[in-house]
């Protein structure tokens, strides 16, 4: 009688708790799979899209660190002239400098993105992408900053190989080991600040309104998903607008990261814009380059949140069709 109860027991508590421990066991593996599946998706995002801009982006780079004046004739002029004098590939010099930060900065930041959205819908009630106008300014914010101090000394390492000649670093490593013996390591987070106060908007500005256009465009069309040609110009939008609103401290930034080459003693953000606008004026120095980045970034954000969504939906549909995603 006792050992029948007994099994009765045993056989509902294992009834009860089994089915528990497989529910929970296949949430986390779906958790998991997530984050692998954003991590990854955000890696190609960033780089596909910084190599299809590496030219206008090291050109950018050069002209604001410098006091020359900005045109598009002028730029134009530089990557011609970069190309007769050092060859076609060294429109990309630095790109592996990128390419080493990007794909981790990338990664982190989407990835980053998505659980911010999941617990911040959590915490205001809402259910997956479908997050209030603050909550998803928040996300994006919190997102790019997060992805920013993750990765910065290698932001820092790609600013100084885009503004130097292969003879000065011949590669990441060599930038790393210089600046540490002949600047200190605290030189690898010189133009930190200006960076996470940039990047808090930016992000913010970027991924609200691209998440905001396709809600939008979900609710008059009536399709979920958005064509190709529409993620693009989403993204082409949430570009323009985030990096217009930070520009003036990317600029910042950039010259206090390349202080140690071009001969300025950039020390602080106020510093530094009090020293650019008094040599070169508000609109010719904080905001050099800018139209370059008016084409610049609205393709390179474009490809980028467009790369992210549509890997996102292919891994998606290869676990349902059984394959195993990366």
């Not at 993204?235 to 010259?255: K, M, T």
């Not at 080459?261 to 070169?280: A, D, K, N, P, Q």
Request: charge should be positive; include cysteine.
């Amino acid at each position: 009688m006792g050992s029948g109860v007994q099994e009765q027991r045993a056989s509902l508590t294992q009834g009860e708790v089994l089915p528990l421990a497989s529910s929970s066991q296949s949430e986390g593996l779906k958790q998991t799979r997530s984050v692998i599946n954003s991590l990854f998706s955000g890696a190609l995002a960033g780089a596909v899209a910084k190599t299809a801009v590496a030219p206008l982006d090291r050109t950018k780079i050069i002209f604001q660190v410098s006091s020359a004046r900005f045109s598009a004739k002028e730029a134009y002029r530089l990557i011609y002239r970069t190309y007769l004098k050092e060859g076609f590939f060294s429109l990309w010099r630095g790109n592996s400098a990128t390419m080493v930060r990007v794909i981790p900065y990338a990664a982190i930041q989407f990835c980053a993105h998505e659980q911010y959205k999941a617990v911040l819908g959590g915490y205001y009630g809402f259910q997956g992408n479908v997050l209030p106008p603050v909550p998803r300014l928040l996300a994006g914010s919190m997102a790019g900053t997060t992805a920013a101090m993750m990765t910065y000394p290698l932001d820092m390492v790609r600013a100084r190989m885009a503004v130097t000649p292969k003879e000065m670093y011949s590669n990441i490593l060599h930038v790393f080991v210089r600046i540490s013996r002949e600047e200190g390591m605290k030189t690898l987070y010189r133009g930190f600040t200006p960076t996470i106060l940039g990047v808090a908007p930016y992000a913010g500005l970027s991924f609200f309104t691209y998440e905001t256009l396709k809600k939008l465009h979900a609710e008059h069309s009536g399709r979920q998903q958005p064509y190709s040609y529409e993620r693009l110009a989403f993204g082409a939008c949430a570009g323009l607008i985030g990096q217009s609103a930070s520009y003036p401290l990317d600029v910042v930034r950039r010259r206090m990261q390349t202080a140690g080459v071009t001969g300025h003693t950039y020390r602080t953000i106020l510093g530094t814009m009090r020293e650019i606008v008094s040599e070169e004026g508000v609109i010719r120095g904080l905001y050099k380059g800018l139209s370059m980045n008016w084409v610049k970034g609205p393709i390179a954000v474009g490809i980028s949140f467009t790369t992210f969504d549509l890997t996102q939906i292919l891994l998606k549909k290869l676990h349902q069709m059984g394959y195993t995603t990366p």
